[in-house]
């Protein structure tokens, strides 16, 4: 779903409004360039392995886990944002249609490829969760397509609470 949805503040840090919907550069949209995430061998499929110091940090990770195993997103630009919506029973499910929004995205039009994801809001309890990301639609001249997938799956899905934070773990089929 692309839509456009007010951001929420963090207080430190400052993301473009989307009234100017064309955001003209990488150096335009919060980029963070924190890697919290690396990608594991399992069995014919790959497994991602994100953590963040809170659950929405992990969700982030983990997308931008899964858009970088596709190419590389040192070479994505941020020229516009794209906005997803998801509702879910439990966080595993809400975890699994984010990355199947996104996936989504990737594989259909506009064959989108994030520089950056923000979760801007986020309700466990009702299950409701937003975000945006900027990037730019992918363009076989400029990006390289690393590996094919086929799909994410809920095999082997965790969401794992840790004292300091929250680890996932999540597999897609190649």
Known sequence: MQTLIPML?????ELP???DALVRS????PFNATIKYEHLDHTADIMLHAWGDNLIEAFEQVTMAMFAYLTDLNKVDACFSYDVEVRGSDEKTMLFDFL???????NGEPFFIPRYIKITSFNLTDGYMTARAWGESFDVS?????MEVKAVTLNNMKIVNK??????FVVLDI
């Open 142 to 146: 400029k990006h390289i397509q690393r």
């Open 9 to 13: 503040s963090s207080g430190s840090e």
């Open 17 to 19: 409004i989307e009234e």
């Open 26 to 29: 990488s150096t335009d949209c």
């Open 163 to 168: 004292d300091n934070g929250y680890e996932i």
């Open 100 to 106: 199947n929004e996104w996936f989504a995205a990737f």
